[in-house]
């Protein structure tokens, strides 16, 4: 069946860097919109970024403005396995991470992974 598993997280100091993965079966991500929310403790779930293709290995990303410059979301079609790099960590990225996957009717997420950013 379809399933995403994220992993990567845990606890880092501020100005760490941490890499999450999030590994795809059941599908083939290359077709897919792939994208990483986050949820912070008590608060609604946010969109981290986004990876996008459009034919062949030609690929798109966004990112919300509080991580543009310091994530960076990656793919890796061999592995069936998108990343996401956060550097420069600050306490206010303390969430569970998720990563979701969508094309047209197909809406899909993973169990999420708990990244924790203090001193």
């Known amino acids: 069946q379809v399933q995403l598993v994220e992993s990567g997280g845990g606890l880092v100091q501020p100005g760490g860097s941490l890499r999450l993965s999030c590994a795809a079966s059941?599908?083939?991500?290359?077709?897919?919109?792939m994208t990483w929310y986050r949820q912070p403790p008590g608060k609604e779930r946010e969109l981290v970024a986004i990876?996008?293709?459009?034919?062949?290995?030609?690929?798109?990303?966004s990112y919300a403005d509080s991580v543009k410059g310091r994530f960076t979301i990656s793919r890796d079609n061999a592995k069936n396995t998108v990343y996401l790099q956060m550097n420069s960590l600050k306490p206010e990225d303390t969430a569970v991470y998720y990563c979701?996957?969508?094309?047209?009717?197909?809406?899909?997420w993973g169990q999420g992974t708990q990244v924790t950013v203090s001193s």
């Open positions: 979701n996957a969508r094309r047209l009717s197909d809406d899909y």
């Open positions: 059941g599908f083939t991500i290359s077709r897919y919109a």
């Open positions: 990876i996008r293709s459009f034919g062949g290995s030609t690929s798109y990303t």
